[in-house]
């Protein structure tokens, strides 16, 4: 069993930068892919970003590829989504998740409640 628990997120202009973070309960944080998804309101949860349970491999949706990076700390049980550049279009409540690695929600077991974040132009 993995809880998660998102933080970072705000009200930021665009061009300006954040980083969320998850961090992860439990001694098995290690043995999961994580990663973060967002929706938008009246939208579908989609995919962002993921890393393999050792970090040695990140995936990311092409419109992330630049601006977002994820990271992890297996020390901290904590997962990081670094994004710059912001725009308005990605004001959303972003979510991390654990799971295997993959780019749908049914590959992820476990999800926190997520995190705002609001983008103003």
């Known amino acids: 069993q993995v809880q998660l628990v998102e933080s970072g997120g705000g009200l930021v202009q665009a061009g300006g930068s954040l980083r969320l973070s998850c961090a992860a309960s439990?001694?098995?944080?290690?043995?999961?892919?994580m990663g973060w998804f967002r929706q938008a309101p009246g939208k579908e949860r989609e995919f962002v970003a993921a890393?393999?349970?050792?970090?040695?491999?990140?995936y990311s949706v092409d419109s992330a590829k630049g601006r977002f990076t994820i990271s992890r700390d297996n020390a901290r049980n904590t997962v990081y989504l670094q994004i710059d550049s912001l725009k308005p279009e990605d004001t959303a409540v972003y979510y991390c998740?654990?799971?295997?690695?993959?780019?749908?929600?049914?590959?992820?077991?476990?999800w926190g409640q997520g995190t705002q974040v609001t983008v103003s132009s």
């Open positions: 890393i393999t349970r050792s970090g040695a491999s990140t």
């Open positions: 998740a654990a799971g295997s690695t993959g780019r749908g929600v049914y590959d992820y077991d476990y």
């Open positions: 439990g001694r098995t944080f290690s043995l999961y892919a």
